[in-house]
């Protein structure tokens, strides 16, 4: 069964203040992501990676860093907290591309105050 | 803008019935997957159709593919209260293919 762990469940973090959002997947995936997911808005891409020390933008990375030191390891990270980060956040792996099935962790709830 | 999009933000039927969900789409592309989200889980995919097929069958749910129109179907029957769930479409994106973007959504509620 494929497996992808996210680490803190829940996070209430100070504005400002620095986060990271980590996760970990077991199933041997190029290909790693990170969502946010918002009332109104769906999924929405912040940063990938297709591999091992490897780090893409998504749709939405402005305000947000991410880094991929192993294949297994995925990290999100916010620099400066702002409260419109406050969100529910998706670590998800994948095979190759696109044409096959990603797998989703269980996600992490994040408030910044 | 949206590359993949439901057409409707939410659904409901009563349970045994049947319902449909439509998507669409901008540009062209690989394969478009159907996700389903319950309360407080990520997403799991339910569907994966490539381009090259018109359509794809998982149990109840069957999935359609229009390269014409750029538009995709989930149809799911014989509906049952556990199949409450929010769904998505998702298409693969950027010039290896490797991003998965998602639509907004539909919400979809079977009443008992």
């Known amino acids: 069964e494929a497996a992808v762990t996210q680490s803190p469940r829940n996070k209430v973090a100070v504005t400002g203040g620095k986060v990271t959002l980590s996760c970990n997947q077991t199933?041997?995936?190029?290909?790693m992501y990170w969502y946010r997911q918002d009332t109104g808005h769906g999924l929405r891409l912040i940063h990938y990676?297709?591999?091992?020390?490897?780090?893409e933008k998504g749709d939405i990375p402005d305000g947000y860093k991410a880094s991929r030191p192993s294949q297994e390891n995925f990290s999100l990270i916010l620099e400066l907290a702002t409260p419109s980060q406050t969100s529910v956040y998706f670590c998800?792996?994948?095979?190759?591309?696109?044409?096959?099935?990603?797998?989703f962790g269980k996600g992490t709830r994040l408030t910044v105050v | 803008s949206q590359l993949a999009e439901e057409n409707s933000w939410a659904l409901s039927v009563h349970e045994g019935e049947s319902v449909t969900v439509n998507c669409s789409y901008k540009?062209?592309?690989?394969?478009l997957q159907w996700y389903r989200q319950k309360s407080g889980k990520g997403p799991a995919q339910l569907i994966l159709?490539?381009?090259?097929?018109r359509h794809n069958r998982n149990g109840r749910l069957r999935a359609t593919l229009d390269t014409s129109s750029q538009s995709s179907s989930l149809s799911i029957t014989a509906t049952r209260c556990e199949d409450t769930a929010v769904y998505f479409c998702?298409?693969?994106?950027?010039?290896?293919?490797?991003?998965?973007?998602f639509g907004t959504g539909t919400l979809f509620s079977v009443k008992p």
């Open positions: 998800a792996s994948g095979d190759v591309d696109g044409n096959t099935e990603v797998f």
């Open positions: 199933n041997n995936h190029n290909n």
């Open positions: 990676s297709y591999g091992a020390g490897s780090t």
């Open positions: 540009t062209s592309i690989t394969a």
């Open positions: 159709i490539r381009s090259n097929e």
């Open positions: 998702a298409r693969d994106y950027g010039s290896s293919g490797n991003k998965l973007i």
